[in-house]
């Protein structure tokens, strides 16, 4: 990624969701638990952002490369895992979870 960029090099768009076999994933409650907690915890880096940028500063580099590519990249990953979780297990309310996992996590960070 540039420097000073706010855009990653890829979207959503770029994965093929559709090409997903959910029946090959589908019952594995490992992995279902740790791709939504991973989507949770990475749509919330803006949080955590927040507390690297306390950390470094009076490092302005550090700081820039945080707020303008890490972050940015970050809250896509997430995205990105939201979409396959919903795609794999549709039934999951993703968006129920995910406000009471952001309460939470939200009280933890600002502890930082």
Same mark, same amino acid.
């Not at 880096?45 to 590519?69: C, F, H, M, P, Q």
């Given at each position: 990624?540039?420097?000073? $960029?706010? /855009? ?30 991973? $989507?949770?915890?990475?749509?919330? $880096?803006?949080?955590?952002? /927040? ?24 809250? %896509?990953?997430? /995205?990105?895992?939201? %979409? ?18 952001? %309460?939470?996590?939200?009280? $933890?960070? %600002?502890?930082?």
């Amino acid at each position: 990624m540039p420097a000073n $960029s706010t /855009r990653p090099l890829w979207s959503l768009a770029d994965i093929p969701y559709g090409a997903i076999d959910p029946q090959k994933i589908v019952a594995d409650t490992d992995w279902f638990y740790l791709l939504a907690g991973a $989507s949770f915890v990475e749509i919330l $880096s803006d949080l955590y952002t /927040r507390n690297l940028v306390s950390y470094y500063a009076g490092d302005e580099e550090a700081i820039a490369w945080l707020e303008k590519e890490w972050e940015v990249e970050e809250i %896509q990953h997430g /995205r990105a895992l939201r %979409q396959y979780v919903e795609t794999v297990w549709p039934d999951f309310d993703w968006e129920r979870a995910f406000a009471g996992f952001r %309460q939470d996590y939200s009280a $933890s960070a %600002q502890q930082g």
